[in-house]
């Protein structure tokens, strides 16, 4: 089984409120990320857990945070949802660290924040 | 600053002719180009990668062709068909497991 899984696959929150999104797989993978996609940008980087060590992307360090509380899983936090965190999130995990593993990705979470 | 860039941002093709999608990158440490298919409602899959120390894989209809000294590389579709419709997203890492992505290509391949 190959499939990262993703819930909910939408979500409504109000500003000012905490988000909570579950990412899930089951290829035993070292490494677990999250990215924001919003429409026709880049999918960007918000953090990544190689095994139980987190690593934030500097400029989104104190806007989100994650948990990883067993190998299979990973969460990201939101800890007061503002209108611009609008958008797609992607979950994706890899084997391992430090090399050209293949990136599989879940259907993502497509968070609107009102 | 935006580390890898892809154009153009939307293609149209008939099917049966051959897609061209363009990328750059800025940071001449990337090793490692991986470019990503994505179908409507699902998540990016890997489709076709390539090391910086070739300048052309081929995986059936699919060709990069990279350009180290320029920093540019390409994904060429062979004989397009209605299923390539999809967006493309080029991709650029080096041993860190940080991966930047560009901002896609739409591609609609028309009947």
């Known amino acids: 089984d190959t499939t990262v899984k993703q819930n909910p696959r939408y979500k409504l929150a109000r500003v000012g409120k905490p988000v909570n999104l579950i990412c899930s797989q089951t290829m035993n993978h070292d490494t677990m990320y999250w990215y924001q996609k919003k429409p026709n940008q880049a999918p960007k980087l918000l953090l990544f857990?190689?095994?139980?060590?987190?690593?934030r992307e500097a400029d989104t360090f104190e806007k989100f945070q994650s948990s990883r509380p067993n190998n299979s899983f990973c969460s990201l936090y939101i800890g007061s949802a503002g209108l611009e965190y609008s958008a797609m999130y992607l979950c994706?995990?890899?084997?391992?660290?430090?090399?050209?593993?293949?990136?599989?990705f879940g259907h993502g979470t497509k968070l609107s924040v009102l | 600053q935006q580390q890898v860039r892809q154009s153009p941002q939307s293609l149209t093709v008939w099917e049966g002719e051959t897609a061209i999608l363009n990328c750059s990158y800025e940071?001449?440490?990337?090793?490692?180009f991986p470019w990503y298919q994505q179908f409507p409602g699902e998540g990016p899959a890997l489709l076709i990668s390539?090391?910086?120390?070739?300048d052309k894989k081929e995986d059936g209809r699919f060709t990069i062709f990279f350009n180290k000294r320029e920093k540019k590389l390409s994904l060429h579709i062979a004989d397009s068909q209605p299923g390539d419709s999809a967006t493309y997203f080029c991709a650029a890492s080096w041993s860190n497991n940080r991966i930047f992505f560009g901002d896609g290509t739409q591609l609609v391949v028309k009947p």
């Open positions: 940071n001449s440490a990337f090793d490692y």
């Open positions: 857990y190689y095994d139980k060590i987190l690593n």
């Open positions: 390539i090391l910086s120390v070739s």
């Open positions: 994706a995990s890899s084997r391992a660290q430090g090399t050209n593993e293949r990136l599989f």
